[in-house]
């Protein structure tokens, strides 16, 4: 069985920045494209961030494009990393970490192409 743990979330001021974890596993030899997706109060959930399998093409959101970044880790293969910076108010939200088992390259933004969710960890940006 296929788990995505995230990790990294917390309250942070307007301006500052933040990084988030996601460790997937249950998949032996696997390794995952991975992804984030985002769901503020009240609203629908959002596309972020994704990364191939091998990591050498990664996609974004237009609201975050030039202040997130997405990587993996270097010896853990199914841990990625999202690296925040000059956070807003309305960045605040929980995020998904999303795991791509299937889904073909130019699919990763969309919610019917992730295999797999995280439970979750909230962001709060403070104004």
């Known amino acids: 069985q296929v788990r995505a743990v995230e990790s990294g979330g917390g309250l942070v001021q307007a301006g500052g920045s933040l990084r988030i974890s996601c460790e997937a596993s249950g998949r032996a030899g696997t390794t995952f494209a991975l992804g984030w997706f985002r769901q503020p109060p009240t609203k629908g959930r959002e596309f972020v961030a994704a990364i191939s399998w091998s990591g050498d093409s990664t996609y974004y959101g237009d609201s975050v494009k030039g202040r997130f970044t997405i990587d993996r880790d270097d010896t853990k293969k199914n841990t990625v990393y999202l690296r925040m910076v000059d956070l807003k108010p309305e960045d605040s939200a929980v995020y998904y970490c999303?795991?791509?088992?299937?889904?073909?390259?130019?699919?990763?933004?969309?919610?019917?192409?992730?295999?797999?969710w995280g439970s979750g960890t909230l962001v709060t940006v403070s104004s």
């Open positions: 999303a795991v791509y088992e299937f889904a073909p390259v130019g699919r990763y933004h969309l919610q019917n192409a992730v295999d797999y």
